[in-house]
Structure formats: structure tokens, C-alpha cells
């Protein structure tokens, strides 16, 4: 079939041709997010830029438990396409959007009751609470569009379709970016302007996006072994949630240290904030080639081709050397001028220090997120989650602690200093994994 190019073509170009349309469409998806903040940051005020950014390092924990769960979700349908276990493959496309609906659904009611005792618990500053919590509550309602939206966008790529979630991501982000233009600047909607954009372009997007998977579906096998199966759910459990806790690492660190942010007030925040989009535009290009590994060594395994996972592995490493010394050039040359977009011109001298300084430092360890998403996306794609897990676990605990620890002490820089450390042992703990060889062997079973 002309999808098999992951299990057919050169490495290299197999890569390139699966993960440019992940990457183009993540930075689109950014795009808008970062559109979010810099509109109310630049016509609303400070105190709506940094209500927005309280909110981010919540708000992502769920976009990254809807990302890993689609991403481990479509490990097991890539395992199946690649071995043309077609009827099985579509029973797991639909088990997994079932599943995954009910739970947007639980989360989406449970974060709207608890908004408001979440985000005092952050110790959100009082100028900012109440704009945070309308941001939230709006955001929560929309959530079930929103997991719908990446678990289709993974189905699409376990199925070597990763363009189809571009062209429709470049729909919703453009169309938001329009809808936040509109309900800030005409309507005078504040924060709650760029919430209702992102539920309706989301929304559009969702449904448009499960029509078009139906019909692919019905040209790879108009038969299926049901619409939902138990038996799926374990495999997919122990595949999803290592790949959450990957996915969420960096936010639930995000909105642990939160807390120990917003201490130096709405000013610091802002700044951070403007520094935190950045960083999601900057780490784009290696969370996308880590998920594309992830379903490149799946379809690679189904088909008894080891020795390919490995030059891909070296191929991905060698990419996020070339994407890794590009951005850390940018942002040294252009970190104020990047800050200052979101902050406009009445910014003040706190929040421009706080995102520079975040930016200038962070930006020479890129290439440690890079490598550690890579050898992560083997170990994941092969289904060896053990030490995956812990890998991500350490990094988590290593950056809370020591932002909790050292911040209030040497000031808000320690927050980001704890971050290539976190990276760094991350890497090396997956690494010794994989050296191992145990991805080869376990494969599921």
C-alpha cells in the first residue's frame, strides 16, 4: 500500500516525508496558543497576559494527556497496520476515541467544579484570579473537542496520514488567530475572547477531522472486529499512560513550580509566561520527531524490521542536532526583541528581564529535550515503558525540587536552571534502556 513508505522507504526520507507535516501542523497549533497570549498581552493588559499564562501550565497538562494518550493509543494501531491486521486496526481506532471521549468528558466536569480552588491553590496573584478562572472554565467546557481533536490527529499519523492533521490545523489556527482578533479588539472580550476562539475552532476542526477518518478507514477495510473492545484497553493503558507521563512531564513540572512563579508576582509572571510560549514554539520540532520515531519503530517492529528502527534513531539524532543549533541562534540574537511582541510597549522591566533571561539560558540545552524525545519514541513505539517511565518521572522530580527549593532563595532564575537538568537525566536513563536492546524483545507481549 502507497501508507507503507515507514516500513519501505530510505530512513531518512521516510522520516522527513512523516514528520514535516507533524511539525508544520504543531507549530501552527502553537501558533495560535502563542496568538492567545500575545494579543491580550498587547491590546488587553499585562495582568491578562499573565492570567492566560497561569492558566497555560494547567491548561497543557491536558492537552498532553490528550496527545500521549493518542500517541499510545496509535502505537498499537500503527503495530497493526504495519502486520495488515486490518479488522483488529479499526477496532483500535474506535476503542480508542470512545475511551478517550468519556474521559474529556470526567475531566472536562471536574476541572469546571474545581477551577477556582485549583488556581488559588497555585497562589495565582489576586489581580489576575478571577480572569484566570474565566479562561478555565471556558477551556473546560470545550476539552472533549480538544482530545477528540489529537487522538484523531494520532490516528491519522499511525496510519502514515500525518498531513491530513496539517491542512487541519492550519484551518483552526488560522481561523482562531481571526476569531482572537475579532472577540479582543471589536468585542472587547478580554481573556474570554481567545477562550471562546480556541473551543470553536477546536470544535470545527474535531468534527471535520472524524468524517475524514471514517472515510480513510473505509478504504483500508470496510470490516472490523466491533466498535469497541475490552481487550484493547490493557494494551493501550500500558502503552498510553508512560506516554502521557512523557507527554506531561514538562507541564505538570510547569504548573508544580507555578506556584513558586506566580510569589514574585503578575509582573514576573507575564514575563515567564511570554518566555513558556516561546519555549512551546521552540520544542515543537522535537516532541514531533520523537512521536513520529514512536510510530515509525511500531510499524517497523509489526514488520520484523529492527535493524530500521535503529537507522532511524541515528537519522532523528542527527535532525534535532541540525533543529537544536538553529533556535539556540535565534534566541540568543533575538530574545528581546521575541519577548517583546507579547508585552508591547507599556511591558515592564520585570517581565522583559524574567522572559529574556528564561530564554538566553534555556535555549543552549534544546538539543538535550531533543535527544531524550527521540530514544523516548523508540522505547515507547517498541513498548518498552519501564524505564521510559522513570526516565520521565526523575526529570519531573529533579525540576520541582529544584525550583521549590532554590527560587525562593536565589530568585525566580533557578525555576529554569533545573530545567536541562532534568533533561539531561531523562536522557541518560532512556539511553542506557535502549542500549540494552530490550526494545527488540518486548514488542507488546
Given at each position: 500500500?502507497?501508507?507503507?513508505?515507514?516500513?519501505?522507504?530510505?530512513?531518512?526520507?521516510?522520516?522527513?516525508?512523516?514528520?514535516?507535516?507533524?511539525?508544520?501542523?504543531?507549530?501552527?497549533?502553537?501558533?495560535?496558543?502563542?496568538?492567545?497570549?500575545?494579543?491580550?498581552?498587547?491590546?488587553?493588559?499585562?495582568?491578562?497576559?499573565?492570567?492566560?499564562?497561569?492558566?497555560?501550565?494547567?491548561?497543557?497538562?491536558?492537552?498532553?494527556?490528550?496527545?500521549?494518550?493518542?500517541?499510545?493509543?496509535?502505537?498499537?494501531?500503527?503495530?497493526?497496520?504495519?502486520?495488515?491486521?486490518?479488522?483488529?486496526?479499526?477496532?483500535?481506532?474506535?476503542?480508542?476515541?470512545?475511551?478517550?471521549?468519556?474521559?474529556?468528558?470526567?475531566?472536562?466536569?471536574?476541572?469546571?467544579?474545581?477551577?477556582?480552588?485549583?488556581?488559588?491553590?497555585?497562589?495565582?496573584?489576586?489581580?489576575?484570579?478571577?480572569?484566570?478562572?474565566?479562561?478555565?472554565?471556558?477551556?473546560?467546557?470545550?476539552?472533549?473537542?480538544?482530545?477528540?481533536?489529537?487522538?484523531?490527529?494520532?490516528?491519522?499519523?499511525?496510519?502514515?496520514?500525518?498531513?491530513?492533521?496539517?491542512?487541519?490545523?492550519?484551518?483552526?489556527?488560522?481561523?482562531?488567530?481571526?476569531?482572537?482578533?475579532?472577540?479582543?479588539?471589536?468585542?472587547?472580550?478580554?481573556?474570554?475572547?481567545?477562550?471562546?476562539?480556541?473551543?470553536?475552532?477546536?470544535?470545527?476542526?474535531?468534527?471535520?477531522?472524524?468524517?475524514?477518518?471514517?472515510?480513510?478507514?473505509?478504504?483500508?477495510?470496510?470490516?472490523?472486529?466491533?466498535?469497541?473492545?475490552?481487550?484493547?484497553?490493557?494494551?493501550?493503558?500500558?502503552?498510553?499512560?508512560?506516554?502521557?507521563?512523557?507527554?506531561?512531564?514538562?507541564?505538570?513540572?510547569?504548573?508544580?513550580?507555578?506556584?513558586?512563579?506566580?510569589?514574585?508576582?503578575?509582573?514576573?509572571l507575564a514575563g515567564y509566561?511570554?518566555?513558556?510560549?516561546?519555549?512551546?514554539?521552540?520544542?515543537?520540532?522535537?516532541?514531533?520527531?520523537?512521536?513520529?520515531?514512536?510510530?515509525?519503530?511500531?510499524?517497523?517492529?509489526?514488520?520484523?524490521?529492527?535493524?530500521r528502527v535503529i537507522q532511524g534513531y541515528?537519522?532523528?539524532?542527527?535532525?534535532?542536532?541540525?533543529?537544536?543549533?538553529?533556535?539556540?541562534?535565534?534566541?540568543?540574537?533575538?530574545?528581546?526583541?521575541?519577548?517583546?511582541?507579547?508585552?508591547?510597549?507599556?511591558?515592564?522591566?520585570?517581565?522583559?528581564?524574567?522572559?529574556?533571561?528564561?530564554?538566553?539560558?534555556?535555549?543552549?540545552?534544546?538539543?538535550?529535550?531533543?535527544?531524550?524525545?527521540?530514544?523516548?519514541?523508540?522505547?515507547?513505539?517498541?513498548?518498552?515503558?519501564?524505564?521510559?517511565?522513570?526516565?520521565?518521572?526523575?526529570?519531573?522530580?529533579?525540576?520541582?525540587?529544584?525550583?521549590?527549593?532554590?527560587?525562593?532563595?536565589?530568585?525566580?532564575?533557578?525555576?529554569?536552571?533545573?530545567?536541562?537538568?532534568?533533561?539531561?537525566?531523562?536522557?541518560?536513563?532512556?539511553?542506557?534502556?535502549?542500549?540494552?536492546?530490550?526494545?527488540?524483545?518486548?514488542?507488546?507481549?
Amino acid at each position: 500500500m502507497e501508507n507503507d513508505y515507514l516500513i519501505q522507504t530510505k530512513p531518512f526520507n521516510a522520516l522527513i516525508l512523516f514528520s514535516l507535516p507533524i511539525i508544520v501542523g504543531n507549530l501552527f497549533q502553537q501558533t495560535y496558543t502563542m496568538a492567545d497570549s500575545a494579543i491580550v498581552g498587547r491590546f488587553v493588559s499585562e495582568q491578562a497576559l499573565a492570567a492566560v499564562g497561569a492558566s497555560y501550565s494547567l491548561t497543557n497538562i491536558f492537552i498532553c494527556i490528550a496527545i500521549g494518550g493518542g500517541i499510545g493509543s496509535s502505537v498499537v494501531v500503527s503495530r497493526y497496520f504495519g502486520a495488515h491486521h486490518y479488522k483488529k486496526m479499526c477496532t483500535a481506532v474506535f476503542t480508542a476515541l470512545i475511551a478517550f471521549l468519556v474521559i474529556s468528558i470526567l475531566l472536562g466536569g471536574v476541572g469546571m467544579l474545581l477551577s477556582k480552588e485549583i488556581m488559588v491553590a497555585l497562589n495565582t496573584p489576586a489581580d489576575v484570579l478571577d480572569m484566570a478562572i474565566d479562561y478555565l472554565n471556558i477551556y473546560f467546557l470545550g476539552l472533549p473537542f480538544l482530545f477528540m481533536y489529537n487522538v484523531l490527529s494520532a490516528m491519522f499519523n499511525a496510519l502514515g496520514k500525518s498531513r491530513v492533521p496539517l491542512y487541519f490545523l492550519i484551518f483552526s489556527s488560522l481561523f482562531n488567530i481571526v476569531l482572537d482578533w475579532i472577540l479582543v479588539t471589536q468585542f472587547q472580550m478580554g481573556v474570554t475572547g481567545v477562550a471562546w476562539a480556541t473551543l470553536i475552532a477546536q470544535s470545527i476542526s474535531a468534527v471535520l477531522s472524524f468524517g475524514v477518518l471514517l472515510r480513510l478507514l473505509r478504504t483500508v477495510s470496510r470490516e472490523h472486529d466491533g466498535i469497541f473492545s475490552f481487550r484493547e484497553i490493557p494494551t493501550m493503558v500500558k502503552i498510553a499512560l508512560p506516554s502521557i507521563l512523557q507527554q506531561s512531564t514538562v507541564s505538570i513540572g510547569m504548573m508544580l513550580v507555578q506556584s513558586v512563579v506566580n510569589s514574585f508576582g503578575s509582573e514576573a509572571l507575564a514575563g515567564y509566561s511570554a518566555g513558556i510560549r516561546i519555549q512551546s514554539i521552540c520544542i515543537v520540532p522535537f516532541t514531533s520527531l520523537g512521536n513520529a520515531v514512536s510510530s515509525y519503530t511500531a510499524q517497523n517492529l509489526g514488520a520484523q524490521k529492527e535493524e530500521r528502527v535503529i537507522q532511524g534513531y541515528r537519522v532523528a539524532n542527527f535532525l534535532i542536532l541540525l533543529c537544536s543549533l538553529l533556535i539556540c541562534l535565534v534566541l540568543e540574537l533575538f530574545n528581546r526583541q521575541i519577548i517583546s511582541l507579547f508585552l508591547g510597549e507599556n511591558g515592564t522591566v520585570t517581565a522583559l528581564s524574567t522572559g529574556c533571561g528564561y530564554l538566553s539560558f534555556t535555549g543552549f540545552f534544546f538539543c538535550l529535550m531533543g535527544f531524550k524525545c527521540v530514544v523516548d519514541g523508540v522505547l515507547r513505539g517498541s513498548g518498552d515503558v519501564k524505564m521510559f517511565t522513570i526516565a520521565n518521572l526523575v526529570n519531573l522530580f529533579i525540576r520541582v525540587a529544584f525550583a521549590v527549593t532554590f527560587a525562593p532563595l536565589y530568585g525566580i532564575a533557578m525555576v529554569w536552571y533545573a530545567v536541562p537538568i532534568g533533561w539531561l537525566a531523562n536522557l541518560l536513563i532512556s539511553f542506557r534502556e535502549y542500549r540494552t536492546g530490550k526494545w527488540r524483545r518486548i514488542c507488546f507481549q
